[in-house]
């Protein structure tokens, strides 16, 4: 876990990647250390080649070097990093542990029951980075704090509905159970991949319920604050694309690679800076 900040996020080749490299060295520095951080918690629990236990312990040794970081020096060169970003830019410290406690779901649960329970994990793995980079940003309205959290939750949903194939292939389905009792569709129509008219409304509503997490972070965030979060803003177009080409593969993310090419994350990208740039 010694690899640089930067080194960890443009190997990743992730949509973060893209939307925060227009960002100033300072800002974009903070960015790459946080989600240098996101990526090797999210590791711990991903490495198939462990057992639950071993991943507990590492977890669980990423927590408590995470708190020596904070509170004075990890044997970690990363996490040493991010507590200096963590003071400089004044960052709450319950995003961190609540990213950690996520993950934690991870290794608990791999079934969700209702949405209410799903929307607890997309917000611990993912408005909890939100409202980690706010920081970086800068805002003046409480606002954006909700922009955060409502953005959080529309970009991981998107993400289970893209990922659906490959987490059933992990054993993991994150729908929830009682939607898909409602569509009547089931866990091992998922497990054998079973594309029909079921499985398209199914993805329909949870569609449009992404879309509506969209439209409620758009509205959130405040005039004065849109330039600030134009970053998080390409975020948000990228996976809007995201969707949108989930929809234009009729919904069925088994049979094809939905995915957006770095020339499009760019594009999106250096085209959303633009507009707030001259905006402002």
Known sequence: MNDTAKEIAKTSKSSFYYAFNLLPNEKRDAMNTVYAFCRQTDDIVDQENLSVDIKYEKLHKWTYELEKAINGHSEYILLNKLGKTISQFNIPLEPFFELLKGMEMDLQKNRYLTFDDLKLYCYRVASTVGLMCIEIFGYKHKSAKDFAIDLGIALQLTNILRDIKKDSENGRIYLPQEELKRFNYSEKDI?????????????KYQVQRVENYFQIA?????????????????????????????????????????????????????????KYSLVY
């Not at 497990?191 to 993805?203: A, G, I, P, V």
């Open 191 to 203: 497990l054998s991949q079973n594309f029909n008219e079921n499985f398209k409304e199914l993805m």
């Open 218 to 274: 758009t509205h959130d965030l405040n005039l004065d604050d849109k330039y600030s979060m134009f970053a998080a803003r390409a975020m948000q177009h990228i996976y809007h694309k995201i969707l949108e080409k989930i929809i234009a593969a009729d919904y069925d993310v088994y049979h094809n690679n939905v995915k957006v090419s770095k020339l499009e994350k760019v594009g999106i990208s250096i085209g959303v800076w633009a």
